[in-house]
């Protein structure tokens, strides 16, 4: 049995790891021998990098090629606060002709709409207010249009048993074929929103689900996107017990999934949510792991999965 569907032997040798890859940061650095690397360290954030031994998922992608970016681990480099790029190699199987036919392939017929409303807020940052359809910039000229299943977050975790300047590397899926545990179905991941407020801890995110990574070119100018499922705050306050934030699934009037498109340059990193479970509601049988962001009405932001997440998500 490979070390990649046993991520407790993945751990164990990473935990032993861990000694000697602080011995020999603590011997570089008194020998002025980390100065090169930090300087080098653009090249080595390559999703490239052939020497990469970060350990893999629990899982595969189906439809893709391989999987060719590292997953989760320390990277080396200058501590940026996040920078989230697409995956090498786009998805194949999509219509990419138009946005419109794109929309209806992954069932989102209003993604055209989506993504004129996300270009008027991008010509116009400071607009207050939701444009109407007819109001937002034409798509009729956009080109090279190219869908992922999946995007690389790098950001500073000095704790997280990170590389060479603090940073720590790992993916968000979005993909219709997700194979683990024997179970295949689809897999989108939940990741943390910039806001652009100053607000303190969780205040300052959003969460959301992403439902698919896309970029495409208009006049020029390419634009690296994700079409999203927004999630909202249930309180103004963490639960008194765990500490943790509740967050619900947003819907419109009409009871659809309330979607939008952003640029990946909002999102920080993945988020881990946990089912708020009802003491007197019991959980069918057939639910599994795959349903739970589905079958449940509310989540906790989990801040306990890192230290990262602890010391910001409070």
């Known amino acids: 049995m490979s070390h990649e569907s046993r991520p407790d032997l993945l751990?164990?040798?990473?935990?032993?790891?861990?000694?000697?890859?602080r011995d020999a940061v603590t011997a570089y650095r008194q020998q002025g021998m980390l100065r090169e690397a930090l300087e080098d360290a653009k090249d080595n954030n390559s999703d490239t990098d052939p020497d990469s031994d970060s350990e893999s998922e629990d899982g595969q992608d189906l439809d893709a090629d391989e999987d060719e970016d590292a997953v989760t681990g320390p990277v080396d480099g200058p501590p940026p606060?996040?920078?989230?790029?697409?995956a090498l190699k786009c998805a194949r199987g999509y219509p990419l002709g138009s946005i419109w036919e794109l929309g209806k392939h992954i069932k989102q017929e209003n993604l055209e709409a989506l993504v004129r409303i996300f270009l008027f807020y991008h010509q116009n940052p400071n607009s207050a207010g939701a444009p109407s359809v007819s109001a937002c910039p034409s798509i009729d000229s956009i080109e090279d249009i190219s869908v992922f299943h999946s995007a690389k977050a790098v950001f500073c975790a000095p704790s997280n048993s990170p590389g060479v300047g603090g940073l720590y590397r790992e993916m968000i899926r979005s993909t219709p074929k997700w194979k683990t545990s024997g179970i295949i179905a689809p897999r989108r991941d939940c990741v943390l929103l910039h806001t652009g407020s100053d607000m303190p801890g969780a205040r300052g995110f959003e969460v959301a689900r992403v439902h698919?990574?896309?970029?495409?070119?208009?006049?020029?100018?390419?634009?690296?996107?994700?079409?999203?499922?927004?999630?909202?705050?249930?309180?103004?306050?963490?639960?008194p017990d765990n500490g943790m934030w509740v967050f619900e699934p947003d819907?419109?009037?009409?009871?659809?999934?309330?979607?939008?498109?952003?640029?990946?340059?909002?999102?920080?990193?993945?988020?881990?949510?946990?089912?708020?479970?009802?003491?007197?509601?019991?959980?069918?049988?057939?639910?599994?792991?795959?349903?739970?962001?589905?079958?449940?009405?509310?989540?906790?932001?989990?801040?306990?999965i890192d230290y990262h997440s602890f010391k910001t998500l409070f």
């Open 251 to 304: 819907y419109n009037r009409d009871g659809f999934r309330l979607m939008s498109v952003i640029h990946i340059d909002s999102i920080v990193r993945a988020a881990h949510l946990l089912p708020v479970f009802k003491d007197d509601t019991p959980i069918p049988r057939e639910i599994n792991f795959t349903h739970t962001l589905d079958a449940f009405k509310a989540f906790y932001l989990n801040k306990y």
């Open 11 to 21: 751990m164990f040798g990473r935990t032993l790891r861990l000694p000697l890859v």
């Open 81 to 86: 606060l996040s920078d989230i790029t697409l």
């Open 212 to 239: 698919l990574f896309f970029s495409f070119a208009l006049e020029e100018e390419v634009f690296k996107c994700a079409l999203i499922h927004e999630f909202c705050k249930s309180f103004d306050d963490p639960d």
